[in-house]
């Protein structure tokens, strides 16, 4: 029996709203877990030793983007394009994880060379991270997300990520145990991966992968694989490079800003995750407006990036004594200038997973992030030795900002920029006044723990306040 595909004819962000705000419940509930290991990691193992776990990590995860070549992107957009067809599906899922097996399992081959032929000074660790390598074989996440079977996938992360935090609790806990906290890690990866792989056959058959134009679709993943590639440079390589230019010690402020600002950018991940699939399937099926559906979503996701990355620059210098313990002082200038990069990756991430990808233009998507890449490449190069985590994230911002302004001149005649413009500035300044009004508020109290909470409530009120009518009505669809 066919599977079912959506409706052409309803509004897309207006019938997703429920997955996106299943994947973003799911992510608020996933605060949880930061809110509770880095703390207890930070304290355990110090800034040194996250460092280390940094810097093994960032080089083990250039093999793991290796090993998945650009499958996910092009497995999420191909399944959605044929998921009405069973049998269509099969073989489509068949003969692209086919590939993906074979390059995978090169990756781990590789990994295991590079840790042979090149000695490492922390080896124990950085072979423990070959199991990170060895979970890209069984990654078919994009199989469920080209089906827009999210719930899947979160129940597998909840169940995976309780677990890990219950591991870590009881065996991290002293600057000794990096190695424990290391074999968690990767194994809840490698075991978040064999949970939905063995639910693959509830939703296709397993048919012989065709060799009849695995040329072909081993081309179109390549040539999606060097936008991951130029990502890795400035997402992944900046650690690598502050491990290798400057201190383990500068890396774990890095790697601990980073986390946090990694929260709003998965709210913001959550609404491509959602949209990409059903772009794919919509353009695939008739000429659609994407121009307001794309505007729609541009709206939300920059009245959210706009208000969380502010809220993180309020909140920067009080958030590390409290979340972070004694040590991580160095934080809090990485973290404000890392949340400029929320607001870009919001725009840049509507841009890419609602037009670039759904519509095939993967000549604009491969010249922005290769050329992000080199931005950043060069950056690093010239001002981590001096600067250490401070230039890192100048590379990063840099590089976000290229991406940007390159996808917004290449799609100038497809999409509405001037009107995208209008929106950010628009809660750029509703964000800014919030800000500083929760600063103040904060700032009548010295303790940092009673300054941070101040700083959260106010916020949020008054967010909540400026923006009611698009949380409550536009977006939530509440009405009289």
Request: with cysteine; aromatic share 12%.
């Amino acid at each position: 029996m066919a599977l079912q595909g959506p409706r052409i004819g309803r509004d897309p962000l207006k019938s997703e709203n429920k997955n996106f705000l299943m994947n973003v419940g799911y992510q608020g509930l996933m605060l949880a877990f930061p809110l509770i290991t880095v703390p207890l990691v930070s304290r355990a193992l110090g800034a040194q030793n996250i460092g280390i776990y940094s810097y093994t990590y960032s080089i083990a995860n250039m093999f793991m983007l290796a090993g998945m070549l650009g499958v996910s992107n092009y497995g999420n957009r191909s399944v959605a394009r044929v998921r009405d067809d069973e049998a269509a599906l099969s073989r489509e899922f068949s003969s692209t994880y086919a590939l993906q097996v074979a390059v995978s399992l090169v990756a781990v081959g590789a990994y295991a060379l590079y840790l042979v032929l090149f000695p490492q000074q922390y080896g124990r660790v950085a072979w423990i991270q070959l199991i990170q390598v060895l979970s890209v074989c069984f990654d078919v996440s994009w199989l469920y997300f080209g089906l827009e079977k999210f719930f899947q996938t979160i129940v597998r992360n909840l169940i995976v990520k309780v677990l890990s935090l219950l591991l870590i609790a009881v065996f991290v806990k002293g600057p000794d145990d990096l190695w424990a906290y290391t074999l968690i890690m990767a194994c809840s990866t490698l075991m978040s991966q064999l949970y939905l792989f063995c639910s693959v056959p509830r939703y296709v058959k397993p048919v012989r992968p065709e060799l009849r134009g695995s040329a072909r679709r081993l081309r179109d993943i390549a040539v999606l694989f060097l936008p991951v590639a130029a990502y890795s440079v400035y997402r992944v390589l900046d650690k690598t490079m502050l491990g290798s230019l400057s201190t383990v010690t500068e890396l774990g402020y890095f790697e601990n800003a980073e986390k946090l600002i990694n929260i709003p950018i998965a709210v913001i991940t959550a609404l491509g995750t959602v949209m990409l699939p059903r772009m794919s399937y919509v353009l695939s099926k008739s000429d659609a407006d994407y121009r307001s559906i794309i505007l729609s979503s541009m709206r939300l996701a920059l009245t959210l990036s706009c208000a969380m990355a502010m809220g993180l620059i309020v909140i920067a210098d009080d958030i590390c004594p409290v979340f972070f313990g004694p040590g991580f002082e160095g934080c809090a200038p990485v973290i404000r200038l890392l949340a400029i990069t929320v607001i870009c990756s919001a725009w840049s991430s509507v841009v890419r997973t609602q037009f670039l990808i759904p519509k095939a233009k993967d000549s604009v998507y491969v010249g922005s992030t290769v050329g992000a890449a080199a931005v950043n490449l060069v950056l690093n190069v010239i001002l981590i030795p001096s600067f250490g985590s401070l230039g890192a994230c100048a590379g990063t911002i840099a590089a976000e900002l290229f991406i940007v302004i390159f996808q917004t001149i290449a799609t100038g005649s497809d999409l509405d920029a001037r009107k995208y413009f209008g929106i950010l500035f628009v809660h750029l300044a509703k964000s800014s006044v919030v800000a500083v009004a929760a600063f103040c508020a904060a700032s009548l109290f010295d303790n940092a723990l009673v300054r941070l909470v101040i700083e959260i409530v106010v916020y949020v009120f008054l967010f909540l306040v400026l923006n009611w009518q698009f949380v409550v009505k536009d977006f939530l669809g509440w009405s009289k």
